[in-house]
T-cell receptor
Framework: EAGVAQSPRYKIIEKRQSVAFWCNPI?????LYWYQQILGQGPKLLIQFQNNGVVDDSQLPKDRFSAERLKGVDSTLKIQPAKLEDSAVYLCASSSGLTHNEQFFGPGTRLTVL | GEDVEQSLFLSVREGDSSVINCTYT??????LYWYKQEPGAGLQLLTYIFSNMDMKQDQRLTVLLNKKDKHLSLRIADTQTGDSAIYFCAVSLQTGANNLFFGTGTRLTVIP
């Protein structure tokens, strides 16, 4: 079974630029999550999708962050414009929503904002 | 929300047992998880425990849950150098969107 795929793995941009990250979840997983992991901290949920609908985006800074999952499979997360404090690893996870709701994580995209 | 706390660092000698501790604040937590993160990699689920259990054993891993004190621990028996990583405690709540609240992570260093 293929895992959660993310790209790019690394991205360096200057502040005020835009950036987009892509995630392909495990096939058949209805639930998709985006987490932000700042260096030295645990991951923090940004947004959760159930199929193509948003379940929870209460922690998403909506003035600069946006995310979509148009066909209920792949998802993109965009930052526009980026700030220095957005430097972090952005993790995508997916789950089938069954039993104990195990979430499978991708390798992450490490973003550096200069 | 939920506050999840862990100590930042732990060093043990190869072959000894490691115990990583975690405390949380929300008593409605349902599932409690331990994830492992190696450098440059995503998070790997090690084990989990449901809130109506107080212990779970899985090979070298033992999870203990004290629901009254809201304390979770992960014991790794016969710790190996390959166990060196950051270990995250995470909890999900009974209500809400079922997302995970993570601790800050404990960096385990195994000394040969």
């Amino acid at each position: 079974e293929a895992g959660v795929a993310q790209s790019p793995r690394y991205k360096i941009i200057e502040k005020r630029q835009s950036v987009a990250f892509w995630c392909n979840p495990i096939s058949g997983h209805a639930t998709l999550y985006w987490y932000q992991q700042i260096l030295g901290q645990g991951p923090k949920l940004l947004i959760q999708f159930q199929n193509n609908g948003v379940v929870d985006d209460s922690q998403l800074p909506k003035d600069r962050f946006s995310a979509e999952r148009l066909k209920g499979v792949d998802s993109t997360l965009k930052i526009q414009p980026a700030k220095l404090e957005d430097s972090a690893v952005y993790l995508c996870a997916s789950s089938s929503g069954l039993t104990h709701n195990e979430q499978f994580f991708g390798p992450g995209t490490r973003l550096t904002v200069l | 929300g939920e506050d999840v706390e862990q100590s930042l660092f732990l060093s043990v000698r190869e072959g000894d047992s490691s115990v990583i501790n975690c405390t949380y604040t929300d008593s409605s937590s349902t599932y409690l998880y331990w994830y492992k993160q190696e450098p440059g990699a995503g998070l790997q689920l090690l084990t989990y425990i449901f809130s109506n259990m107080d212990m779970k054993q899985d090979q070298r891993l033992t999870v203990l849950l004290n629901k009254k004190d809201k304390h979770l621990s992960l014991r790794i028996a016969d710790t190996q150098t390959g166990d060196s990583a950051i270990y995250f405690c995470a909890v999900s709540l009974q209500t809400g969107a079922n997302n995970l609240f993570f601790g800050t992570g404990t960096r385990l260093t195994v000394i040969p």
